[in-house]
DNA sequence: GCCCCATAGTGCTGTTTCAGAACTTGCTGG
DNA sequence: CCAGCAAGTTCTGAAACAGCACTATGGGGC
């Protein structure tokens, strides 16, 4: 089953998933919860390559969970805010974020 | 970056996600806990393909989420069950079921 | 014994997605 | 005029994925 299929499965995780189930939009979407908006700053933060985080931007726009906003006329800057469909996904990424520290604790020494 | 280095990241939504963060885990995960347990269980329902899917199986037994169980000796056969650390991801699909509830619904016209 | 079925995978081939780095565009400041 | 910043785009090779066939092990019918 080809992947974007899924978005008129009958199960609404998969539907879920078929918009945020890859592997770079959720990082994507947590940085925009703790503030980030700039294109930059979303590849310096997540460490993905510029040009999935261009196509994931893009996509994220579409399902209306980001909006592109200028910020800047002059030379054409914008940026991604969260629309209230994506600030309802906070949830999600808190009970994400709850599991990973109960369960997958850091290696390094230096504890948080 | 690659994803696998995400296992070490200090955000745990990050490591979370280097985990489970890839198109198809979570929804194994979803039928786990929808009560399937078989290799051709997951196979039908989440229409992925066998390969991917043994892959994930194996993945998710090492990082302690599933376990692989022999329900038959006679031809050795497994099937596998969530473990304690696995049933705790219940809440998050929860909120990514809610999520896709409310703001993707189905398009078909035959409400659910 | 022989054949077919069920179940849990594995192999193979071609397509899609991704990683990494360089390049583009439009403007600012020196 | 050149360097720098910001938001992308282009290019190439690697990894992941889709689809299907195939293997392995035992059971049951005939």
Request: net charge positive; with cysteine.
């Amino acid at each position: 089953m080809k992947w974007s299929e899924l978005s008129d499965n009958w199960c609404p995780v998969a539907r879920t998933l078929s918009v945020l189930g890859d592997r770079w939009t959720l990082l994507i979407l947590r940085d925009c919860l703790l503030g980030l908006s700039r294109f930059e700053q979303f590849a310096e933060s997540s460490g993905m390559t510029r040009h999935i985080l261009a196509d994931r931007l893009k996509r994220l726009v579409e399902a209306g969970i980001l909006v592109r906003n200028p910020y800047s006329e002059a030379p054409k800057r914008y940026d991604y805010v969260l629309t209230e469909k994506g600030q309802e996904l906070a949830p999600a990424l808190m009970t994400l974020r709850d599991w990973g520290k109960k369960h997958l604790p850091v290696r390094r020494a230096s504890a948080s």
